[in-house]
């Protein structure tokens, strides 16, 4: 899947499924933005910045739903969805 849009500034925008030759970038992004987060709670143990590794490394990873996005052909953002099961009671 990939989609495209020109901005008014005349930048291009994709949004497409993530390849193996992005995931040392996607690394670096989601380290860079966790570097500068303020700590979650007391499980905010520093190891946010390999959470697209170890998404990667699970069964419930879904490469069809990994996407990039890019400004102008440069990575700049990653979003990862993976399969879960709920568990619920009625009342």
């Given amino acids: 899947m990939k989609a495209d849009e020109q901005t008014k500034a005349g930048h291009r925008i994709t949004l ?3 390849k193996k030759s992005d995931w040392k970038t996607v690394e670096q ?3 860079r933005a966790f570097l500068v987060a303020p ?3 007391l ?9 697209a590794q170890k998404l ?10 990994d996407y990039v996005a890019e ?15 709920l568990w619920y009671t009625l009342c």
């Fill in 29 to 31: 992004i989601t380290y």
């Fill in 71 to 85: 400004l102008d052909g440069s990575v700049i953002g990653n979003i990862v969805f993976s399969s879960q099961l």
């Fill in 43 to 51: 499980d905010d143990d520093g190891t946010e910045a390999l959470l």
């Fill in 39 to 41: 700590p979650t709670g």
């Fill in 56 to 65: 990667r490394s699970r069964d419930s990873f879904v490469p069809e739903l």
């Fill in 16 to 18: 497409r499924t993530e």
